[in-house]
RNA sequence: UGCCUGAUAGUAUAAGGGUAGUACGUCAGAUUUUGGUUCUGAAUGUCUUGGUUCGAAUCCAGGUCGGGCAACCA
């Protein structure tokens, strides 16, 4: 019997609700504002808030919080469905704030006339100056009192574009002096002689978000709003605009937002680093964005898994970004195609080998019971990773030595008999023996070897470029260190090997493949491949417990 | 000297008055034609002080520490 896993805060409201009968079913939203891409923190979101819906029936909408044309492109649009759809959710309607702009000022027109609300026109210094600070009580603008007829007007003249930006804004009527700075008379609409994405140049007042997110969920009868911590002082507000508006009463719930080790997430420092040119891109493979992780070769079910398993709760935290990579791996190891590839080759020459055309059967991958073989060319002269030999090796090393033996995986038994090397002592060459019956599946020699290495025949090796990549950040919270975060930035975070050589199979490397290059980690075909030059990403190196067990010493 | 909010192994998350559990990480071992995978085992935790109770991570009171709130951003 399965245990039944337990269910995170917002689950237990779900089910309370259900029970209750407040709800039959119930709607989420996933309420992107398209300024930017998104990152793992929205996918925590996205999993969140879709997962919800499919777990306890009913939808999700997505939703674009388009309320600042300043700021919002097209291009931002479309990449945040492609990420959402590539997560692997659909939505059931696609929908924006700006399709409620008409909507909004009516609610607006109507807390006018309630007196609910007003046309202030202070300066932006001066309604900051008036709201006070958090433990001093703000004062009363001077046009808090005008009539409705009055506000009516001024409203209309400011949609009418009679004022330049920033001359006038409508602000709710509640209480200047409330605990809650969000409650001291917040702005509503304000003029923005902008452009809109959508909406084009119809509009020049622009809800706030505080007008617009809530109303917008009531408008779609979102039961559940989920939304991250620092929107908690606002749902007092949220449920405020609801009341007197009288509208279907959505509610707000708050979750802490998902950091991850050794990288930002905010949009804004994404944005430095990619204006700064710290990365190449929105998309480049280092960065947390859901698009680098897909360009980097992880797969939308270990981001699934991931987010599952570090699961929700309302206390500030950064995930560890092993249990991600661990993720990956696992999810990797299931399906990623077993190819040799050398990035550090040293040459051997077979000395007692005289076969001709020889081919190997290789496994696809080990893992797959009913998975498939392929064909891999050997020969008198092989590459080798530098770093498989050492000429006097420490203890526990495995690998190849002078008079040692290894096993070339999926071929034969060798023994380094001879080491060469140039001038400056460089070692450039190995002679070895093979040992002819001992070749893979078909091993009569008795011979027990610890070590096992990949190869590839340097006759039919194909070359490639590799794209190495660590931690974009030194520090685990780089946010939270002394200084500015780019001093952390890990300058060693890329490592390109602009030729590696690989098995003939790799020829035939497709887009959107996984492959496991044997001993080396799990890499991916980078989108700038061309017809002429394979470039493979590394999504996640394979655990080395031999690496470790070297940094001990 | 305001309001809101949070605190469980290194990290993340359970236990909702009754044995502090799980995952990742760490360490040790077994298996292995990838030093991968798989398997086994171990160490490590309830912020603090009181109170209620047969019994408290859980309820109550005080304290400590962290986060958010003074954008015409979302």
Redesign the pocket.
Known sequence: MAEEK????LE?IIENDLKSGRYRSIVTRF???P?GYLHMGHATSICLNFGLTKKYGGYTNLRF????P??EETEFVQSIKDDVRWLGFEWKNELY?SDYFEELYLFAIKLIRKGCAYV?D???ET???E?????QAGVNSKFRDRSVEENLQLFEDMKAGKFK?????LRAKIDMAH????MRDP?MY???HAHHHRTGDKWCI?????F??GQSDSIEHITHSICT??????RELYDWFIEQLDIFPSHQYEF?RR?L?YTVMSK?KLLQLVNEKHVEGWDDPRMPTISAFRRRGYTAAAIRDFCD????????????L??L??CV??DL?KIAL?RMVVFDPLKIVLTNYTNENELVSVED???DTNGGFRDVPFSKELYIEQEDFIENPPK????LFPGGMV?????YIIKCDEVIKDDTGKIIQLNCSYIPE??????TSNIK??????WVSVEHAVTAEVRLYDRLFKAEDPS?EEGNFKDYINEDSLQIISTVYGEPALKNAVAEERY?F???GYFTLDKDSSEEKMIFNRTVT????????VK?V
């Open positions: 337990s269910l995170n805060f237990e309420p992107p504002e300024n919080d388009d309320t600042n300043t700021t704030a202030d202070s300066d932006s309604i900051a100056a709201k006070g600070t958090p433990t930006d920033g001359e006038r804004v605990p809650n700075m969000l702005l304000r003029i923005k622009y809800p706030m978000y505080d617009a997110h911590l620092e929107f908690v002082p606002h802490a950091n080790s804004r398993r570090v699961g929700i709760a309302k206390r500030e935290n950064v995930a560890d092993s249990l990579e661990f791996r696992e190891n077993r991958n080990p893992e526990k090393f495995f690998r096993r070339l995986k999926g071929a001992s070749k893979s599946g078909n091993d070897v610890k070590g096992t290495l990949h939270n496991q044997l001993r080396k394979l655990k080395d417990t031999w690496a470790r067990e001990k």
